[in-house]
């Protein structure tokens, strides 16, 4: 029986149970992430980071909730109040309801029903994580308009352009794991690959997505809409309490969220490592589900050591590469990884195979050679402008006036 067929006969007892683990989990890397990133960033950064409330500063993320819980809540006057407390809701449940197709687990028994850590298995299940992630950038945007503030405003347009822009390379960068699986159920990409990860068959498919997932987040260096020295905090400057503490939760759930789908349709999932199947029956089937968090928490230390190396960009790089470098390369990518597939379909000899894919190769270094070879007679034919003259009168001084002041 396949996991679809377990997840579609669960009782409602056992869904709201996987529910609440599935929350609780959420809940518990949120506390942990933020916890990590200060020490590791701190590490990098020759600094000691939390190390004062619990051992080794575990119980920090926890002392900050509560801190955050009992602070005062301020609205400003001018702020749209209604959606101004809507928008930090908006933003932190739907992170949370992207989790509900995530395949975390194998089949596992739970109060003695045979079922996998997964809410459901829809036939559309990755473009519902898309549209999902889609939705949560109106709590940002909302929160910027209604904060009745200049700044938070910016931040909220900002975002809105980002996720435009980086949300379709991401999608293109998903079409050859659908062409290749035949499927966007989450479940049957998992089961696709069992013969190899498509981190390896679509490897640039792979790249293309791991830049678009730090720029769907906000994290740096592609934190534009909370630029601390431009916006003062970005989106969310006006807020303060607990919904600053739900937009902080957000953003952690998020990156999760998008390392989750990534380990789902490029590392196989909640599947172990090559060589280390056997460990899948370990703790009746249970043991699958360190398998996807050690994938998702690698993924998340990728993004801790992206904001501990890089600076942020600036606005006008960030938006030029997403609509002139990966947006362009993933239309290319398509057309050649549907190529491939096709070939491999119809049988196609090994010999056809590397012959088109050393032509594609030799096609795209030479487009690279040629635009920086235009590039570079560009610049060599470049002109300065020459300024023109001042057209107010200048009067003339004698030598003797300018040496006598």
Known sequence: MTISQLIGMDPGWISAIKGLIAFVICVLLTLFAIWAERRIVARMQMRVGPNRVGKFGLLQSLADGVKLALKE?????A???IVFVIAPIISATTCFMAFAVMPMTGKVSLFGHTTALQLTDIPVGVLYVLAIASVGVYGIVL?????GSTYPLLGGLRSSAQVISYEVAMGLSLVAVFMYAGSMSTADIVAAQA???YAVILFPSFVIYLISMVGETNRAPFDLAEAEG???GGFHTEYSSLKFALFFLAEYVNIMGVSALATTLFLGGYHALPGLGFTENWLGGWFTLFWFLGKVLAFFFIFIWLRGTLPRMRYDQFMKFGWKVLIPTSLVWIMVGSTFHLLKMRNASRIAIMGFGIGVFLLIMAGFTFSEWSVKRAKANA???ELPAPSFPVPSIT???YING
């Open 383 to 385: 002109v300065e402008p």
């Open 79 to 81: 702020a749209d109040r």
């Open 399 to 401: 030598r003797s006036e």
């Open 230 to 232: 431009e916006l003062v």
């Open 73 to 77: 809540d301020i609205i400003p006057k």
């Open 143 to 147: 929160a910027g308009w209604s904060s």
């Open 195 to 197: 013969h190899g990860w």
